[in-house]
């Protein structure tokens, strides 16, 4: 029987691990099997994490924070978790493998996924011209012509980053205007090797093998056209990864799981929830860290009362 099991290996998850080690629990950590480290991993330089005047690559940033958690003595497994009992004073987190481990508190921080924009050919060509990662697969468009899809932060991010490689970068968004913030839309539109396609969804995807370009329609005319290109990057946003505890806690009208007030309590009574899947507004590495805190220690004064009983 474990004291605790966090669940997510993104800046929530594992500064829980941080926390809650150094208070004696020696905490379990689920880090996915596929993809440890969360959404950092796929960040190329944070310029807006404390503690980092020139910058940090997202990879080693997140290096960095689970080898402190290690080092304190939480033990990182890379398994996913399939399967979660809640009810009850024992939870009972079952892995790919089908070992059940046994805690008396679960910190959930399994973060967020990519949306998809649910066409046609989006998965069939997904990794041949179609991507969610510009970190990840910027380099392979070398002077290529390609669209970032999106109007946030993500997708300026994600439009910049690519100029590096791309000879020509469109930004397709389906408004008039941008959600994404001052200083990132400045730096988009100083960049000439970026164009905008504005009031345009994209209807569909082209290529047999490989994407050679997509069909837009205008958003206020209705009218279509094909775009030729050599890759498409979706940056339309993510959800929440719920998906383990639908049913068995309460989640918000955004479809993040539901805490009370500024803590990390679920509807369930040792379970307690951090960074991302709480979070639809904010989503930065450094909120997400000050919410495994909250989660450490909130799942701290549980087991405690839990002692004193």
Not at 15 to 20: D, F, H, K
Not at 21 to 43: K, Y
Not at 173 to 185: E, N, P, V, Y
């Given at each position: 029987m474990h004291q605790i099991i966090?669940?997510?290996?993104?800046?929530?998850?594992?500064?829980?691990?941080?926390?809650a080690?150094?208070?004696?629990?020696?905490?379990?950590?689920?880090?996915?099997?596929?993809?440890?480290?969360g959404e950092l991993m796929n960040t190329t330089d944070v310029e807006n994490f404390p503690g980092f005047?020139?910058?940090?690559?997202?990879?080693?940033l997140m290096e960095k924070i689970q080898s402190q958690?290690?080092?304190?003595?939480?033990?990182?497994?890379?398994?996913?978790?399939?399967?979660?009992?809640?009810?009850?004073?024992?939870?009972?987190?079952?892995?790919?493998?089908?070992?059940v481990h046994e805690a008396k508190a679960v910190v959930f921080a399994t973060g967020s996924a990519y949306r998809k924009l649910g066409i046609a050919d989006e998965d069939r060509?997904?990794?041949?011209?179609?991507?969610?990662c510009a970190t990840c697969d910027g380099f392979f468009f070398r002077e290529k012509t390609i669209a970032v899809v999106g109007g946030g932060d993500s997708a300026m991010e994600e439009a910049t980053f690519l100029t590096r490689f791309a000879s020509k970068v469109y930004v397709i968004h389906r408004r008039d205007?941008?959600?994404?913030?001052?200083?990132?839309?400045?730096?988009?539109?100083?960049?000439?090797?970026?164009?905008?396609?504005?009031?345009?969804e994209v209807t569909a995807i082209h290529g047999e093998t490989?994407?050679?370009?997509?069909?837009?329609?205008?958003?206020?005319?209705?009218?279509?056209?094909?775009?030729?290109?050599?890759?498409?990057?979706?940056?339309?946003g993510n959800d929440p990864r719920t998906h383990l505890v639908h049913g068995k806690l309460d989640l918000t009208a955004d479809g993040t799981i539901a805490v009370e007030g500024r803590s990390s309590k679920t509807s369930v009574p040792g379970v307690f929830a951090a960074g991302d899947v709480i979070d639809p507004s904010y989503r930065q590495a450094v909120t997400a860290a000050g919410?495994?805190?909250?989660?450490?220690?909130?799942?701290?004064?549980?087991?405690?009362?839990?002692?004193d009983h």
């Amino acid at each position: 029987m474990h004291q605790i099991i966090i669940i997510g290996s993104g800046p929530a998850g594992l500064t829980a691990g941080i926390y809650a080690a150094r208070a004696g629990l020696e905490p379990v950590l689920f880090a996915s099997s596929v993809e440890p480290g969360g959404e950092l991993m796929n960040t190329t330089d944070v310029e807006n994490f404390p503690g980092f005047p020139e910058g940090v690559q997202g990879p080693e940033l997140m290096e960095k924070i689970q080898s402190q958690a290690e080092r304190f003595g939480t033990k990182v497994l890379y398994n996913d978790v399939t399967e979660l009992d809640l009810e009850g004073d024992v939870k009972r987190v079952t892995d790919a493998d089908g070992t059940v481990h046994e805690a008396k508190a679960v910190v959930f921080a399994t973060g967020s996924a990519y949306r998809k924009l649910g066409i046609a050919d989006e998965d069939r060509l997904s990794g041949h011209g179609v991507s969610w990662c510009a970190t990840c697969d910027g380099f392979f468009f070398r002077e290529k012509t390609i669209a970032v899809v999106g109007g946030g932060d993500s997708a300026m991010e994600e439009a910049t980053f690519l100029t590096r490689f791309a000879s020509k970068v469109y930004v397709i968004h389906r408004r008039d205007s941008l959600k994404a913030s001052k200083i990132m839309q400045q730096r988009a539109f100083d960049n000439e090797k970026i164009e905008f396609i504005w009031n345009a969804e994209v209807t569909a995807i082209h290529g047999e093998t490989e994407a050679n370009g997509v069909a837009l329609r205008d958003t206020v005319t209705g009218e279509t056209r094909d775009l030729a290109l050599d890759g498409v990057f979706i940056a339309i946003g993510n959800d929440p990864r719920t998906h383990l505890v639908h049913g068995k806690l309460d989640l918000t009208a955004d479809g993040t799981i539901a805490v009370e007030g500024r803590s990390s309590k679920t509807s369930v009574p040792g379970v307690f929830a951090a960074g991302d899947v709480i979070d639809p507004s904010y989503r930065q590495a450094v909120t997400a860290a000050g919410s495994g805190t909250v989660a450490a220690l909130d799942a701290e004064h549980y087991l405690a009362a839990l002692e004193d009983h």
